[in-house]
């Protein structure tokens, strides 16, 4: 809704698929921390290896170690260039911003909150993830309810679409004005 109202948006979820595709430094990381059970067809198995970490804290940790500061490096060569290509407003979609302390980087924060029964819900339904995985997921992130307290703006994403449109609108209008 962002991106339709003019933003360019630069996605950590496309940079954790970017930073250890195979062939890229991050692959050789991940398969030298974690073996080669951990691919399969020639790509990291990430179904495999998600499953393993959210499961084990100390594994999270270490797949962290390598992939976040690979992230970090890919989202600001990104916002970079779209800074470069005249984007007025750059969005940083960071699903682990106040996990990792990262908020007080960014001139704004804004949360898009569902209640964790939609979180679970939605990943099953749209990511085909198994209901105990993705209670893991979550368990291993920072309540919704925390982020929401340290968010600047809040959409919450419970109702339909029709009333997240009107409370990106309201955002996006106080996010230009930054």
């Known amino acids: 809704m962002f991106r339709e109202l003019g933003a360019a948006i630069v996605d950590a979820d496309e940079a954790t698929h970017a930073v250890y595709a195979p062939g890229t430094e991050g692959f050789d990381a991940v398969v030298a921390e ?10 990291i198995d990430r179904s495999k290896l998600g499953a393993d970490v959210f499961a084990n804290p100390d594994a999270l940790q270490r797949l962290n170690a390598i992939v976040h500061p690979r992230v970090r490096r890919w989202m600001a060569e990104r916002t970079a260039q779209a800074v470069e290509d005249g984007a ?13 302390g990262l908020q ?17 819900r939605r990943l099953v339904e749209q990511r085909g993830i198994a209901v105990d995985r993705a209670r893991a997921m979550l368990t291993a992130q920072m309540p919704i309810a925390d982020k929401r307290a340290l968010a600047d703006f809040v959409v919450d994403n419970d109702g339909t679409r029709e009333e997240t449109r009107r409370q990106v609108g309201e955002v996006w ?3 230009r004005s930054l």
């Not at 007025?88 to 990792?100: A, C, G, H, K, T």
């Not at 007080?104 to 679970?120: C, H, I, K, M, R």
């Open 88 to 100: 007025e407003v750059v969005i940083q979609d960071v699903p682990l911003l106040f996990e990792n």
């Open 104 to 120: 007080g980087l960014y001139s704004a924060t804004v949360l898009v909150y569902a209640s964790p029964q939609n979180q679970v």
């Open 173 to 175: 209008s106080k996010v």
């Open 34 to 43: 974690f073996g080669s059970e951990y691919v399969r067809e020639g790509a």
